[in-house]
């Protein structure tokens, strides 16, 4: 069954596709990308590398760099997986519960970045941190069979040990290949977006069922 997006999927996606449409000028591309993107060497190296540049707060690039993206393809690949998971997770769990979600996944998905890599200057940008974490959430409110124990580990947290395991080998393999086929992958920050929405998805859902 098709489900209409909600609120914030409308909002979300609206927001991206209408900063992508700016970042069109090509004037604005190199400052803007430079002032908002997320460069890990910012939170351990400080802004000395950045002279003569406007660069926005250190601690507000998490957010910022989540709504920019490095071109067409980018926006509208992660888009799409927003659209096709979104609706879903906003019958479910509500609007509000997504937008903590989404906001978990790009915190985390920054945090896991600057520790994986605590000097890098390559500029991160997109929301695939934060679908990541709704990609989770869709992952464990929506499996395919009923999670099966494993020895003591109870089926739920047995799924989500598993989706963990598999989705950190395919961003890893996808972030080696990556590079010769010109392509660069925050595998990392997929990552650690991810971990955002398997810790999430349980305890939002049990809150919002609370409320009813």
């Known amino acids: ?25 090509p004037a604005l591309w190199e ?12 939170f351990t190296a400080g802004d000395a590398a ?11 690039t998490p957010v910022t760099s989540a709504f920019l993206h490095g071109g067409i393809l980018h926006v ?14 906003e019958r479910v769990l509500g609007w509000r519960s997504v937008a903590v979600l989404y906001g ?45 124990a494993i020895g003591p ?12 395991i598999g989705w950190t080998i395919l961003n890893l393999m996808l972030g080696f290949v990556g590079p010769s086929l010109g392509v660069t992958l925050a595998v990392w920050a997929h990552v650690g977006g991810f971990v955002a929405g398997l810790l999430l998805t349980w305890p939002l859902l049990h809150w919002k069922y609370r409320q009813a």
């Open 104 to 148: 978990a996944g790009i915190i985390l998905s920054a945090v896991a970045e600057v520790i994986a890599k605590p000097s890098g200057m390559v500029p991160i940008v997109g929301a695939s941190g934060a679908i990541s974490a709704l990609i989770a959430a869709h992952a464990l409110l929506f499996p395919r069979e009923v999670p099966k």
């Open 1 to 25: 069954m098709r489900v209409a997006a909600g609120p914030f999927i409308k909002a979300i996606a609206g927001i991206n596709l209408l900063v992508a449409a700016i970042m069109l000028i």
């Open 153 to 164: 580990i109870p089926g739920r947290w047995a799924h989500a040990l598993k989706l963990l």
């Open 76 to 89: 509208g690949l992660n888009m799409l997986m927003l659209l096709m998971i979104g609706p879903n997770l």
């Open 50 to 60: 950045f002279q003569g540049y406007f660069v926005l707060p250190v601690w507000l």
């Open 31 to 42: 400052p803007v990308m430079v002032a908002g993107a997320l460069f890990p060497a910012r």
